[in-house]
């Protein structure tokens, strides 16, 4: 593949990503007004688990060896098995908006976290960047929750 075509192909998949994991939100939102939180994250957790059987047995990827195995589980659990139920359980107690607003807070999470954990210098443009990005997200989701409210925040 030519590096036109691959950069293309990698812009949508990184867009159909971001749309993905945006709309859940507001998928969850309407999902949680007919089941609970946790039903909801066992269907998700079911739906996952057939989609990456079928991926496995089709691409047969390489197992870890040894140490490798905490690692994945480690990140395994942190970044889904405890933040998903996390996420439909806020999601259920507040609004789709405040969860967009929570989740834009991730990078800044990454960043601080790299900077304790990997010694990664954090350097100022970055939380510049954050805090910037936070802002605007903040202010879209505060006007489209005083749409729905009634009421003005700026």
């Given at each position: 593949m030519?590096p036109?075509?691959r950069?293309?192909?990698?812009?949508f998949n990184?867009g159909?990503?971001a749309t993905?994991?945006?709309?859940?939100f507001?998928?969850s939102?309407?999902?949680?007004a007919?089941?609970?939180?946790l039903n909801l994250?066992?269907?998700?957790f079911?739906?996952?688990?057939?989609l990456f059987?079928?991926?496995f047995l089709?691409q047969r990827p390489r197992?870890p060896?040894?140490r490798?195995?905490?690692?994945?589980?480690?990140?395994a659990?942190?970044?889904?098995?405890?933040?998903i139920?996390f996420?439909?359980?806020?999601?259920?107690?507040?609004?789709?908006?405040?969860g967009s607003?929570?989740?834009?807070?991730t990078p800044?999470?990454?960043?601080?976290?790299?900077?304790?954990?990997?010694?990664?210098?954090i350097?100022?443009?970055?939380?510049?960047?954050?805090v910037i990005?936070l802002a605007?997200?903040t202010?879209?989701?505060l006007e489209?929750l005083s749409?729905?409210?009634?009421?003005s925040?700026l």
């Amino acid at each position: 593949m030519n590096p036109s075509k691959r950069n293309a192909w990698g812009l949508f998949n990184l867009g159909a990503a971001a749309t993905i994991w945006g709309s859940t939100f507001v998928v969850s939102r309407y999902a949680l007004a007919s089941m609970s939180f946790l039903n909801l994250v066992i269907l998700r957790f079911a739906c996952s688990t057939a989609l990456f059987m079928v991926l496995f047995l089709v691409q047969r990827p390489r197992l870890p060896q040894g140490r490798e195995w905490w690692l994945y589980l480690g990140s395994a659990t942190s970044g889904y098995v405890l933040s998903i139920p996390f996420q439909f359980l806020g999601t259920s107690l507040t609004s789709a908006h405040i969860g967009s607003i929570v989740t834009c807070a991730t990078p800044l999470a990454m960043v601080v976290l790299a900077g304790l954990f990997l010694h990664e210098r954090i350097r100022v443009r970055d939380i510049c960047a954050i805090v910037i990005a936070l802002a605007g997200v903040t202010l879209i989701s505060l006007e489209g929750l005083s749409r729905s409210s009634g009421a003005s925040p700026l």
